[in-house]
């Protein structure tokens, strides 16, 4: 199971990102995939996660990040706009049937 994340960036408060993952190891179709992010100091958190009976999303991206999947490219995506500071993280994503394999994330910094 390998998972790449691409797509962060230094953007300012107010802009837009869209981040990558692309996976390999296993049957991408049939499993949900998530993202998460981690700050400094702070435990990781779910971000958003996507699968075969639709989209979840925290309270926190709500109304400003959108998921999607490409399962002939084996790709979960994270359109991110209206950036806060707040959102400044390492974004990594996850497949929820092999929860101990991570990538090694992408680096999202949102400047006030």
């Known amino acids: 199971v390998q998972l790449v994340e691409s797509g962060g960036g230094l953007v300012q408060a107010g802009g837009s990102l869209r981040l990558s993952c692309v996976a390999s190891g296993f049957t991408f179709d049939n499993h949900v995939i998530g993202w998460f992010r981690q700050a400094p100091g702070k435990e990781r958190e779910g971000v958003s996660c996507?699968?075969?009976?639709?989209?979840i999303y925290a309270d926190s991206v709500k109304g400003r990040f959108t998921i999607s999947r490409d399962n002939a490219k084996s790709t979960v995506s994270l359109q991110m706009n209206g950036l806060k500071p707040e959102d400044t993280a390492v974004y990594y994503c996850?497949?929820?049937?092999?929860?101990?394999?991570w990538g090694q994330g992408t680096q999202v910094t949102v400047s006030s």
């Open positions: 996507i699968g075969s009976g639709g989209t």
């Open positions: 996850n497949c929820f049937s092999y929860r101990d394999y």
